[in-house]
């Protein structure tokens, strides 16, 4: 029995090791830290929560068929009473959540010591044990959310952090970026419109977050989408890559209209995403966030690796590459995002205020990158209140206010707007734009 039992638990760790680093395990990893950002970047959520269910269903019932043997008599208490429960589910979180050694760790240290002293006081103290589990949902809960591997593996990078000398730059106010103008010419027959958004409109119950818009962007372009807070303009991007579904209206992809798909299918179709509040999954390398962004073109690790590999490149980050996510500035973060959105080989990225939050150094390295994918064909729209850097990185601006759109236009003819001066941009950059 004791051969049968080590046989069962070195099968499941290598099924698990196994997992783990597969493109199974990384979208499991993925849709537990952060669920919208796993489906953005194509993974289909529901589908792997069901081959979840169905893999651990199946562990579960080999450890069922071996547990039965052990306690000789079954009844409902000793399967699915609340101390086996307990037991099963403590261990797995103690050890850490989201690796294959943390049950591991969990069941040699907790195991042993509820055993022992039941062995030694449990007819004094009858249910010792669970006051062995019970304390370590106590530490889980104050000291350790994550588990012993997790609480670990920080405590060694903040000693290593810590080591290293400061070097990030403090974020200043973004001044003039100098970026190169450049001429585009859209296709006289409209065949390079790639994204055809058609009287868009999205109702939350009284409240019209977004009116009856309209817009094309053609490939290659840089479209601006500008306003003030509470315009629409996130939920416009969330309309158009499938994280809310339109009252009314139509949104054609390369002709085809996806205006009630789901992200990762919208992913699948070519159109990638960041967003305005960063979502790495934290728990993973930088190169590990970028393979996830990969799977939905490669069809094999090797290919999903060097797709990632490629895109880190594009970014400047192949140097940070085997860091943690949950390690990186502010500008190393947005990179990643946009990294891990190129991995998905896309002909259109939404781009949600990418340069919050940055230095003027670190945002003219962004738009540098920016420009360089629109050179190379893509097409890119982009949120940001910078005006600075927008008036010289894009080729057209859309303005909304209300959900509205006031104006659509070259930056020329938008920043000397009257309405657009008045909702938006203010009386000095009036000024500013006669100058």
């Not at 579960?60 to 208490?77: F, N, R």
Request: with cysteine; proline share 4%.
């Amino acid at each position: 029995y004791t051969l049968i039992a080590m046989a069962f638990l070195i099968v499941v760790v290598l099924l698990s090791r196994k997992i783990e680093s597969s493109r199974f395990g990384m979208a499991l990893i993925a849709i537990k830290q952060n669920e919208a950002a796993a489906e953005a970047a194509g993974i289909d959520s529901l589908r792997w929560k069901l081959r979840a269910i169905a893999v651990s269903g199946a562990i579960a019932a080999m450890a069922g068929s071996l547990y039965a043997v052990v306690i000789l008599v079954i009844t409902p208490q000793s399967v699915f009473g609340m101390l086996v429960s307990a037991q099963a589910l403590t261990v797995a979180m103690f050890g850490g959540i989201g690796t294959f050694w943390g049950p591991i760790i969990g069941a040699g240290f907790l195991i042993p010591i509820a055993e022992i002293l039941h062995a030694e006081l449990g007819s004094i103290l009858p249910g010792i044990q669970g006051v062995v589990y019970g304390v370590a949902i106590v530490v889980l809960i104050t000291l350790a959310p994550e588990g012993i591997f997790w609480k670990v593996r920080d405590w060694m990078g903040s000693a290593r952090k810590k080591a290293e000398p400061e070097t990030h730059p403090a974020a200043l106010p973004l001044e003039e970026i100098a970026v190169e103008p450049r001429e585009f010419t859209p296709a006289a027959d409209g065949s390079d419109i790639v994204l055809d958004v058609r009287n868009m409109s999205k109702n939350f119950g009284g409240l019209k977050a977004v009116q009856d818009v309209s817009f094309q962007v053609r490939r290659g372009m840089i479209l601006g989408i500008i306003g003030p807070n509470g315009a629409g303009k996130t939920t416009l991007f969330n309309l158009l890559n499938g994280f809310q579904t339109p009252t009314s209206g139509e949104v054609f992809v390369n002709g085809k209209d996806m205006a009630r798909c789901k992200p990762h299918v919208l992913c699948r179709a070519g159109v990638g995403r960041t967003f305005q509040i960063m979502r790495p999954f934290t728990r993973m390398s930088v190169r590990d966030n970028v393979r996830t962004g990969a799977y939905v073109r490669a069809g094999s690790e090797a290919e999903a690796a060097e797709v990632a590999d490629d895109a880190l490149r594009q970014v400047g980050l192949s140097a940070i590459a085997d860091r943690l996510a949950g390690e990186l500035t502010t500008k190393e973060l947005r990179l990643m995002e946009l990294a891990r959105a190129l991995a998905g080989k896309p002909h259109t990225l939404l781009l949600d205020e990418t340069l919050a939050g940055l230095g003027r150094d670190e945002a003219a390295e962004v738009v540098a990158v920016i420009r360089r994918l629109s050179a190379s064909g893509m097409t890119v729209a982009i949120i940001e209140h910078t005006m600075q850097a927008m008036v010289q990185l894009v080729d057209r601006f859309l303005v909304l206010d209300h959900g509205q759109v006031i104006t659509e236009g070259p930056p020329a003819e938008v920043t000397k707007n009257p309405h657009v001066i008045e909702a938006y941009l203010g009386k000095k950059w009036s000024a500013h734009a006669e100058d």
